[in-house]
């Protein structure tokens, strides 16, 4: 009964190899982010779907790309890894643009070598 | 632009004690304010929120938080602080469109 689910929970890949992430929200919301938490514990926004429609794009590298399959579905591949992308990222969801209250999933701890 | 101000990195309390986490925003309109906590390996938990209305806000696990205007602070209180409260805790200040703004986080230790 998982509100806000993400998979995998920790990932380990070389520098230059491309990979995803997958979340999946069954709390019927309208709107989904994806924030990346860096090792200060420094949370950032990277993006938003409101009915896999994008409407926040923040200044992430083009090797970031989310997808939205439906509006329960916000997934984020990432291509051409680098050190730097080592991070813990967290799905998040809330059920509107308007309604301020996010629940976040449990993270994925992506460690690039 | 809106931004959150946490002072204190690292809060110690001994058990028992009051907790005083302080945030302070930065907003050109009236803000949305949170308080999320992160326990060690896990995803944020939201505290508290004010939107509008009372400033005093109540929340999970005995927390609260006064909303003050004029100071444009948002310190989150506890009365007697717990063991199991060991955590970090982030303020977070949002418009309207959903984008949260985080604090850098507090990390509360509790002194048996």
């Known amino acids: 009964d998982t509100a806000v689910s993400q998979t995998p929970k920790y990932l380990v890949t070389q520098m230059g190899n491309d990979k995803s992430i997958k979340c999946e929200q069954n709390?019927?919301?309208?709107?989904m982010y994806w924030y990346k938490q860096d090792s200060k514990k420094f949370l950032k926004i990277m993006f938003s779907y409101n009915n896999k429609e994008l409407i926040i794009n923040e200044t992430v590298p083009n090797r970031f790309s989310p997808k939205s399959p439906d509006k329960a579905h916000l997934n984020l591949h990432i291509n051409s890894l680098e050190l730097g992308d080592s991070a813990v990222y967290f799905c998040?969801?809330?059920?509107?643009?308007?309604?301020?209250?996010?629940?976040f999933g449990p993270g994925t701890r992506l460690t690039v070598t | 632009a809106q931004s959150v101000t946490q002072l204190g990195s690292h809060v110690s309390v001994s058990e028992g004690a009051l907790v005083l986490l302080r945030c302070n925003y930065s907003s050109s309109v009236p803000p949305y304010l949170f308080w999320y906590v992160q326990y060690p390996n896990q995803g944020l938990q939201l505290l508290l929120k004010?939107?509008?209305?009372?400033?005093l806000v109540k929340g999970i696990n005995g927390f609260e938080a006064e909303f003050k205007k004029s100071e444009t602070s948002f310190h989150l209180t506890k009365p007697s602080a717990h063991m199991s409260d060991a955590a970090e805790y982030f303020c977070?200040?949002?418009?309207?469109?959903?984008?949260?703004?985080f604090g850098q986080g507090t990390e509360l230790s509790v002194k048996p």
């Open positions: 977070a200040v949002t418009l309207r469109g959903g984008k949260l703004i």
């Open positions: 998040a969801s809330s059920p509107g643009t308007a309604s301020y209250e996010q629940y």
């Open positions: 004010y939107t509008t209305g009372a400033t």
């Open positions: 709390l019927g919301h309208d709107t």
